[in-house]
């Protein structure tokens, strides 16, 4: 008799850091709502260095319910660090993260799941109607703003930390630093379908923001890497030879308009610039010509590293192959496989 097929699994990643009082309650609407869900559930809780008794309730909930699995840091290492051991951890077909805070609200996996399974690849969740403070709320809307500019992925809260994922988007997209709020981004760049999707967001019960003033400038500075990893990751020479050649290049116009200057005054003293503005012109010139050598340097050492380090990563994509007619040719011919006549 032929055996049924395991049914599709998916999983929850969900980081936590000092949140030991939503851990039970997280849990039981998991429960409640996972039902919705055509296959089993696995939800992978993990402290990302915890000082509260966070490690110790997940302890709990995982001998008490085989679907939990913890996984706990040493120290605090980072949303991104947790995901990515969440994401490494996961054996579903579809990956979703949301918060240990109880902002997110779990029936809404059903209609991420729905999403999916219409062709979309990344979805992530738009909290359209906020309930935090303003002094969070409106840096996040300038922030989502910008990113949208300049990634040209115009989502209206990137922020949000209620995604779905197929497995292998994650696959092919790594994270580090503070990069998580980036991969629909990434996934982008990788050539898969992002969409998002109004959910319901709730006032904090329990716990602390982990919003602080520096969380704004960090993001600013990782738009800045996620835009370069985008657009130059597998070839730096061409922002950075271009930078050093438009520096270089007017350092050599103002170093020449100084050789004029001089040869001018040699036939006509009263003609051309003064000294004091001359003095200007040479250490502002000298400057541009070594800016643009050392931007020239950086792209050629930039290259190396791509070079050396991240020939390992195609730079493409395959979503699907045919059969190789190659390879059918040799199969399909009869004179191949025949017998063969001295």
Same mark, same amino acid.
């Given at each position: 008799?032929? *055996?049924?097929?395991?049914?599709?699994?998916?999983?929850?990643?969900?980081?936590?850091?000092?949140?030991?009082?939503?851990?039970r309650?997280?849990?039981?609407?998991?429960?409640?709502?996972?039902n919705?869900?055509?296959?089993?559930?696995?939800?992978?809780?993990?402290?990302?260095?915890?000082?509260?008794s966070?490690?110790?309730?997940?302890?709990? @909930?995982?001998?008490?319910?085989?679907? *939990?699995?913890?996984?706990?840091?040493?120290?605090?290492f980072?949303?991104?660090?947790?995901?990515?051991?969440? %994401?490494?951890? #996961?054996?579903?077909?579809?990956?979703?993260?949301?918060? #240990?805070?109880l902002?997110?609200?779990?029936?809404?996996?059903? /209609?991420?799941l729905?999403?999916?399974?219409?062709?979309?690849?990344?979805?992530?969740?738009?909290?359209?109607?906020?309930?935090?403070?303003?002094?969070? $709320?409106?840096?996040?809307?300038? %922030?989502?703003?910008? $990113?949208?500019?300049?990634?040209?992925?115009? @989502?209206?809260?990137?922020?949000?930390?209620?995604?779905?994922?197929?497995a292998? *988007?994650?696959r092919?997209?790594h994270?580090?630093?503070?990069?998580?709020?980036f991969?629909?981004?990434?996934?982008?760049?990788?050539?898969?379908?992002?969409?998002?999707?109004v959910?319901?967001?709730?006032?904090?019960?329990?716990?602390?923001?982990?919003?602080?003033?520096?969380?704004?400038?960090?993001?600013?500075?990782d738009?800045?890497?996620?835009?370069?990893?985008?657009?130059?990751?597998?070839?730096?020479?061409? @922002?950075?030879?271009?930078?050093?050649?438009l520096?270089?290049?007017?350092? #050599?116009?103002?170093?020449?308009?100084?050789?004029?200057?001089?040869?001018? /005054? @040699? %036939?006509?003293?009263?003609?051309?610039?003064?000294?004091?503005?001359?003095?200007?012109?040479?250490?502002?010139?000298?400057?541009?010509v070594?800016?643009?050598?050392?931007?020239?340097?950086?792209?050629?050492?930039?290259?190396?590293?791509?070079?050396?380090?991240?020939?390992?990563?195609?730079?493409?994509?395959?979503?699907?192959v045919?059969?190789?007619?190659?390879?059918?040719?040799?199969?399909?011919?009869?004179?191949?496989?025949?017998?063969?006549?001295?």
């Amino acid at each position: 008799m032929p *055996v049924d097929p395991e049914p599709e699994r998916y999983s929850l990643v969900i980081p936590v850091f000092n949140e030991g009082e939503s851990l039970r309650p997280l849990l039981a609407e998991i429960t409640t709502h996972a039902n919705d869900l055509p296959g089993p559930v696995e939800i992978i809780f993990v402290d990302d260095g915890s000082t509260d008794s966070s490690w110790s309730t997940i302890c709990e @909930l995982a001998a008490s319910d085989d679907r *939990v699995q913890g996984i706990r840091f040493r120290k605090n290492f980072g949303k991104a660090a947790a995901l990515e051991a969440g %994401f490494n951890a #996961a054996q579903g077909r579809v990956i979703f993260t949301l918060d #240990a805070d109880l902002q997110d609200d779990p029936r809404e996996l059903s /209609r991420f799941l729905t999403e999916i399974n219409s062709g979309l690849d990344v979805v992530s969740g738009w909290k359209k109607v906020r309930l935090d403070p303003w002094h969070k $709320v409106m840096p996040s809307r300038v %922030f989502n703003w910008l $990113v949208g500019g300049i990634t040209g992925l115009k @989502l209206h809260d990137h922020n949000c930390g209620f995604k779905a994922y197929r497995a292998e *988007v994650l696959r092919e997209v790594h994270l580090y630093g503070e990069l998580h709020r980036f991969v629909p981004i990434l996934a982008a760049n990788r050539g898969f379908r992002v969409g998002e999707l109004v959910i319901h967001h709730r006032p904090r019960q329990y716990g602390r923001s982990k919003y602080r003033w520096q969380r704004f400038i960090k993001g600013f500075l990782d738009l800045g890497t996620v835009h370069f990893l985008t657009k130059f990751g597998r070839r730096p020479q061409h @922002l950075l030879g271009t930078y050093g050649l438009l520096s270089g290049g007017c350092g #050599a116009v103002g170093l020449f308009v100084l050789l004029v200057n001089a040869i001018v /005054r @040699l %036939f006509q003293p009263d003609w051309g610039s003064e000294a004091p503005m001359q003095l200007c012109i040479f250490f502002l010139s000298g400057g541009l010509v070594l800016l643009g050598a050392q931007f020239l340097l950086a792209g050629l050492l930039a290259e190396l590293v791509v070079a050396r380090k991240m020939l390992d990563q195609t730079p493409y994509a395959i979503v699907a192959v045919t059969n190789s007619k190659r390879d059918r040719s040799h199969t399909d011919d009869p004179a191949s496989t025949g017998p063969t006549h001295a």
